[in-house]
């Protein structure tokens, strides 16, 4: 495979005895093409991040004159006794909604992979939450966890128990929110599984059920190890959404969240835009980002001891 | 491996992205300065000054939504003035606050009261003092009830902003749930009694927290805790009005004592920060909750329930008989001073606010009540609730946003995630009266 596409790329390369003059016509054409796009990114992601990683050390209220803080903004942010409780509200958000999703994820692939006619329409229905807005899924949610009105009530009474207060209860706020948060994110791991055990060879298989491998055994040395890049992927893109988390909590409580429910990105929204302090926002966004490329880099070096790649 | 090939021609990856590096600073620095281009006080030119075009903003709901088109239809018709109303969807402050530094905001638009401070520091606000003075103004400042207006001046005492309307706190109950619970004689009638203290809301919570039913939330803002403090005869704030005391006022810390003991009773409910569709009106409406201090925006949801029977009391006082100051919710009406036309704008500003334009608005259902003196009668309109004219008689003597919360962006985003985060704790009265009042008082 190697070669056959050295020898394609070759083969496309343009001809040696191309003038110079054509040569920088089709550089000009290159660039014309890309500049759309080129100028979309330079203005609304990369000015933008460099202009957020500046202010970062600036103060400034969105209006008025900037000055240099210094590495004071970092310093609020590794201080500040809410922004330590928000990171921990984000970490624990993480800790309790990437296992789940990937576990729920897997879990529902394999049931759909022997699951024949009605595969399809169940695949619909799983996925359906993934495709619905967060504000129609928190809108639901928050009836469905309202201690007062919530349908779920009278199944809480008839088993004895007092319907808890979901999201005002510090204890159970954060994990609420993961629950609804997998509800939503199931559908899209369960097919990125289902693709991953539609490229898991059956003669592999087959030659473990000549060997009297059992389902567990072939689970745990076949399927799991083959899906690992899956896993991967998977894991590397619910703990970035995970540490984003914003359009629930923002939804369930607007501007006035309780303490244990407020996260990362809902504090960079709230310093910036409600405290007017752009400058310590940028620096939470900075630390974000900066946690967030370790988690990824990190992962990346761990992938070489349990990623398997068939080719 | 170093280099991009882009047809045919290597370009070096570190080239390529100086190259991009370069252009996101040039495009930042493009940004940065687009935040200030707007000088103040110089408006660019259009049309002939003095008639507009006018923009303005607001938020809305659908009720409001169509009031708003109507009164600026009404207003194009009466003045010559073409004005456009933009209705702000979603995040109003996060919105406002961008077009602003953007030089794109309407000429004119709602400032909420934590607001107001910000915008008032970011210098696009236009200074008001000088127009309502002239012959010019369609609104005399000494109409304006005077508890309302501080929040909407500078420290400099320059005012920036008029309040559209009002909504001050009343206490609504339930009549049949106090019937339910045995509650003789409702509060609208002890108060026309004299006899609307704090032994006979005692008395109530206690009747009603017997039928499983609650009695009355108390949620984790200024409106609620500190109306609770001047009712019953404390002080919050300082006699200049720029710190809290009332962790060091007798009367103050007796009602947070006697708060404290409700909440541990469960005879008051504490509320927290209530989540959408969660909130004490949800309680209320549905027949969960027995009176809820609110003010008249709950209305016309009120309306709609044909079988309930409700009406309305000033909140209980010392002596049971007189109406004290209590809180009152306002949004003001504020000029930017990029206002393409900011003579007409002013004037728009005047005419929306004055006693004329709150009743066109109020009239016919309105959910809130004038801040100006002269339409009182708009709040008896259909004759709902029976008592309405204490909303008057409340707006009146009420107080708006403390200046300590008001002045800081900080304190007034974070009064109800520290508030809530202390009472959650499980700390006293007297530690959570002082932990707040620190709180407020450092600005954050």
């Known amino acids: 495979m190697a070669v056959a596409t050295k020898e394609g790329a070759r083969a496309s390369a343009p001809p040696q005895t191309k003038s110079r003059t054509a040569k920088q016509k089709d550089l000009a054409f290159a660039y014309g093409f890309l500049s759309p796009q080129l100028f979309g990114m330079v203005v ?50 993480t800790v309790l909604q990437v296992p789940g999703l990937l576990v729920s994820g897997f879990m529902a692939a394999l049931l759909l992979q022997v699951t024949k006619k009605a595969r399809n329409i169940y695949r619909v229905f799983y996925f359906a939450p993934v495709i619905t807005s967060s504000v129609a899924v928190s809108a639901i949610w928050l009836w469905l966890l309202n201690p007062e009105l919530s349908p779920l009530n009278p199944v809480f009474r008839a088993v004895g128990i007092t319907p808890p207060d979901w999201l005002q209860n510090p204890t159970t706020v954060i994990p609420v929110m993961a629950v609804v948060s997998v509800w939503q994110g199931l559908g899209y791991q369960m097919v990125m599984f289902m693709a991953g055990l539609e490229n898991v060879p059956s003669s592999l298989m087959e030659a473990a059920d000549i060997d009297g491998a059992n389902e567990v055994q072939k689970l745990f040395r076949i399927t799991i190890p083959l899906l690992s890049p899956t ?27 309780p303490a244990n429910a407020r996260t990362i990105v809902y504090e960079i929204v709230q310093i910036a835009f409600r405290e007017g302090n752009f400058g310590r926002s940028s620096a939470l966004a900075l630390v974000l980002f900066l946690i967030l490329l370790a988690v990824t880099g990190l992962q990346m070096v761990a992938q070489k001891r349990w990623v398997h790649y068939t080719e | 491996m170093g280099e991009l090939q882009i047809m045919g021609r290597s370009v070096s990856r570190r080239g390529f992205l100086g190259t991009a590096a370069a252009a996101g600073l040039a495009s930042a620095a493009t940004m940065a300065g687009c935040s200030s281009n707007a000088a103040p006080g110089t408006g660019a030119s259009g049309g002939t000054a003095g008639k507009g075009p006018i923009t303005w903003a ?26 456009v109303w933009q209705q702000v969807v979603g995040d109003y402050q996060t919105k406002i606050l961008t077009q602003l530094a953007g030089g794109s905001a309407p000429d004119a638009f709602y400032v909420g009261d934590g607001q107001m401070a910000p915008m008032i520091n970011s210098g696009k606000l236009t200074a008001l003092d000088d127009f309502l003075a002239s012959a010019a103004s369609p609104l005399k400042l000494a109409d304006v009830h005077p508890g309302l207006l501080e929040w909407c001046k500078s420290k400099d005492g320059k005012l920036y902003g008029v309040p559209v309307d009002s ?13 339910q619970a045995g509650v003789t004689t409702d509060p609208a009638a002890q108060f026309a009694a004299g006899t609307w203290n704090r032994a006979a809301l005692d008395d109530l919570l206690t009747k009603v927290k017997a039928t499983g039913k609650r009695g009355m939330v108390v949620e984790a803002n200024w409106f609620d805790l500190f109306s609770l403090v001047t009712t019953f005869g404390g002080k919050v704030l300082s006699d200049d009005g720029t710190k809290v005391i009332f962790d060091t006022d007798p009367k103050a810390m007796d009602t947070f004592a006697w708060l404290f003991d409700h909440f541990a009773a469960g005879t008051i409910t504490y509320g927290g920060s209530l989540p959408k569709g969660q909130g004490v009106d949800a309680l209320f409406l549905g027949s969960q909750l027995a009176t809820i201090q609110y003010g008249r925006w709950i209305l016309p ?9 409700y009406d309305i009391a000033p909140m209980p006082s010392e ?38 334009g709150q009743k066109a608005r109020l009239a016919g259902g309105g959910n809130a009540v004038p801040a100006v003196k002269g339409i009182d009668d708009i ?18 003597k009420g107080w708006a946003i403390p200046l300590p919360i008001a002045r800081s962006a900080k304190v007034s985003t974070n009064f109800g995630t520290e508030t809530d985060k202390m009472i959650k704790s499980g700390i006293g009265a007297k530690d959570f009266a002082t932990k707040l009042a620190a709180f407020i008082n450092a600005g954050g």
Do not use: H
Request: hydrophobic share 50%; aromatic share 18%; net charge neutral.
């Open chain 2, 379 to 396: 709040v008896l309109e259909g004759g709902l609730p029976a008592n309405a004219k204490v909303f008057n008689e409340v707006a009146t």
């Open chain 1, 44 to 93: 609304f992601l990369l000015g933008p991040l460099i202009f957020a990683f500046a202010l970062a050390f600036l103060n400034w209220d969105g209006f008025g004159t900037r000055s240099f803080a210094g590495l004071d903004n970092f310093a609020w942010v590794f201080s500040d006794p809410q922004m330590l409780t928000s990171m921990g509200n984000t970490l624990w958000f």
């Open chain 2, 301 to 309: 949801n009120l309306r709609k329930l044909k079988n309930m029977q």
């Open chain 2, 167 to 179: 909504n001050p706190k009343v206490f609504w109950f339930n009549k049949g749930l106090l019937e």
């Open chain 2, 319 to 356: 002596d049971g008989k007189t109406i004290m100051p209590v809180a009152v919710y306002c949004a003001a009406m504020a000029v930017q001073t990029g206002a393409k036309d900011s003579q007409a704008a002013l004037e728009f500003l005047g005419r929306y606010v004055n006693a004329d």
């Open chain 2, 58 to 83: 607001s938020w809305a709901n659908p009720g409001e939504a169509d009031a708003y088109k109507k009164v600026t239809a009404d207003y194009t018709a009466k003045y010559g003035n073409k004005v």
């Open chain 1, 231 to 257: 896993i991967l992927f998977l894991s590397i893109t619910s703990i970035i959404g995970s540490f984003q988390v914003f359009d629930y909590i923002y939804f369930f409580f607007d501007t006035t969240a």
